[in-house]
């Protein structure tokens, strides 16, 4: 079965410089999320997406953007990059987006090394 | 938003059973109960949910209290693949599905 893909898998950025992240999600899921987990941190949620607009929003910094694009795929772009940036990125996309009930499908993530 | 508290860790002996707790006392009554768990290296991946009946799936138990303040999971044979971070999470029915995850607990699986 397909599943969340994320590229790349390992990113590693100098501070103040761009990065960013794509997230293709499961076929006919029309909703994506973001999460950031630190070194031996649980994941936060950044972002969401339900149909290409945004639908919620959590600790994300300003510096950091991002879109679900026509195709459902969703890019986290991150700018002005800190030390403090550095940690795993998941997405996760799920279907349909009403019911909490639905559960939440993630990627292998992203591992941002910014030095 | 509504808060859980679990053990920060439990141990088991492979294909013993696992009963991970789970409070929530202030639970409202639109909140629905989730598990998720996290292997080494990986991302979360669903476990099993709930709202107030106990339920059964291929990977585990949920028993939830009557009262609803506070749930169980139940892996009913621990294998070393079980060995995760377990994740209780309420997440509202009119909520827009984000999971808010809080300190969880590290299952350690010994042959």
């Known amino acids: 079965a397909a599943g969340v893909i994320q590229s790349p898998r390992h990113l590693i950025k100098e501070k103040r410089e761009t990065a960013t992240l794509k997230c293709y999600p499961i076929p006919r899921h029309d909703t994506v999320y973001w999460y950031q987990q630190g070194p031996g941190q649980d994941p936060q949620f950044l972002i969401s997406f339900y149909e290409k607009m945004q639908s919620d929003k959590g600790s994300i910094p300003d510096r950091f953007s991002a879109q679900q694009f026509s195709d459902y795929h969703s890019e986290l772009n991150m700018s002005s990059l800190e030390l403090g940036d550095s940690a795993l990125y998941f997405c996760?996309?799920?279907?349909?987006?009403?019911?909490?009930?639905?559960?939440?499908?993630f990627g292998p993530g992203t591992r941002l090394t910014v030095l | 938003d509504a808060k859980t508290t679990q053990p920060n860790s439990m141990e088991s002996n492979e294909e013993e059973p696992v009963h991970l707790p789970c409070n929530h006392s202030t639970i409202s009554g639109t909140d629905y109960i989730h598990w998720y768990r996290q292997l080494p290296s990986q991302g979360p991946e669903y476990v099993i949910h709930?709202?107030?009946s106990n339920v059964n799936n291929r990977m585990a138990s949920l028993a939830i209290a009557e009262d609803r303040k506070s749930s169980t999971l139940i892996l009913h044979r621990a294998t070393l693949r079980d060995a995760a971070v377990y994740y209780c999470i309420l997440r509202d029915v009119g909520g827009w599905g984000k999971l808010q995850f809080g300190a969880g607990t590290q299952v350690v699986v010994t042959p």
């Open positions: 996760a996309s799920s279907f349909p987006l009403a019911g909490s009930g639905n559960e939440q499908f």
């Open positions: 709930g709202l107030t």
